[in-house]
C-alpha cells in the first residue's frame, strides 16, 4: 500500500468520488500498445487519499486483462450519477497492484482531478461508434459498415461482418473511416493487424488524419454528443 499523501482533489470532485456507492457499475479504460480496452467492472471502495478498489474484471470473459492490468499503466475510469443533477465522471490514473486472493481487486491511485460532464448536455458513453469503412485500389472502391470499439488519439480497432463482397484487407492497406452520424469528416488510417472469426473481421487501424478530426471522434466515444 502506497504511502499517506495530500488530497489534491477539489470539495467538489471528492463529493462526486463519496457519491459513489460501492457496488456500482463503472466503465474501465485500460491503456495497451495498441489501442484502449473496454470494460466493464464494480466499484468497491476507497482508501482515502491514497486509492480506489474496483473488481477485477472477469477472467473468464476478459482474461488477457492479466497482462496489461500492471502497476503504474494508466487506466481511465468512467461513471454516472444519477438524480436531478445526473452527471458522467471520468478521471485518468493508474494501477497500483492487482491481488488475487481471497478475492480479485484491483487497487488504482487516487486522481488528481476529474472530469465532470452533465447529462442534461451529454448522452451517456456507448460501447461503440457506428462507422463506413472504404478502401480503394486501381479497378474499384468497396465499402462496408463497422463498428468503432477501441480508439485513442493514434488509431482505433473497429469489427465488420464478413462478406464475400468486401474481401480481407491486408496490412498496410489505407482506408477511410466516415462516422455515421458525421459523414463530412473522414478520417484516413492505414491496417496494421487484423483478426478474423466465423463471422466477423477485426482490423486495428493505425490514424494517419488531422488532429482535429481524431479529437472529435474520442469526445464521441467518450460522452456520445
Known amino acids: 500500500m502506497p504511502k499517506q499523501k495530500k488530497m489534491l482533489l477539489s470539495s467538489a470532485d471528492i463529493n462526486s468520488l463519496q457519491s459513489l456507492m ?11 500498445p495498441t489501442a484502449p480496452k473496454r470494460v466493464k467492472t464494480s466499484y468497491i471502495g476507497a482508501d482515502v487519499p491514497n486509492c480506489l478498489l474496483f473488481q477485477v474484471p472477469s477472467e473468464s470473459r476478459w482474461g488477457y486483462l492479466r497482462d496489461v492490468l500492471v502497476p503504474d499503466n494508466e487506466v ?11 452527471k458522467v ?3 485518468r490514473s493508474h494501477v497500483i497492484k492487482v491481488i488475487t486472493h481471497p478475492v480479485p481487486i484491483l487497487f488504482v491511485a487516487m486522481p488528481e482531478s476529474l472530469q465532470t460532464l452533465a447529462l442534461r448536455k451529454h448522452k451517456r458513453w456507448t460501447p461503440g461508434i457506428q462507422a463506413r469503412v472504404s478502401a480503394s ?24 461482418e464478413s462478406s464475400p463482397e468486401f474481401p480481407i484487407l491486408e496490412n498496410g492497406k489505407t482506408i477511410q473511416l466516415k462516422i455515421a ?8 488510417g492505414i491496417i496494421k493487424n487484423s483478426s478474423t472469426t466465423q463471422t466477423r473481421v477485426f482490423y486495428g487501424v493505425q490514424f494517419a488524419a488531422d488532429a482535429e478530426i481524431v479529437k472529435k471522434l474520442l469526445d464521441r466515444f467518450i460522452v456520445e454528443l
Open 137 to 160: 485500389d486501381d479497378k474499384q472502391t468497396l465499402s462496408t459498415d463497422c463498428m468503432i470499439v477501441d480508439v485513442s488519439f493514434q488509431g482505433c480497432r473497429c469489427v465488420l
Open 76 to 86: 481511465v475510469l468512467r461513471y454516472v450519477l444519477e438524480g436531478d443533477e445526473g
Open 89 to 91: 465522471i471520468a478521471f
Open 181 to 188: 452520424e458525421d459523414k463530412e469528416n473522414v478520417i484516413k
Open 22 to 32: 460501492p457496488g456500482s457499475v463503472v466503465d474501465l479504460q485500460i491503456s495497451t
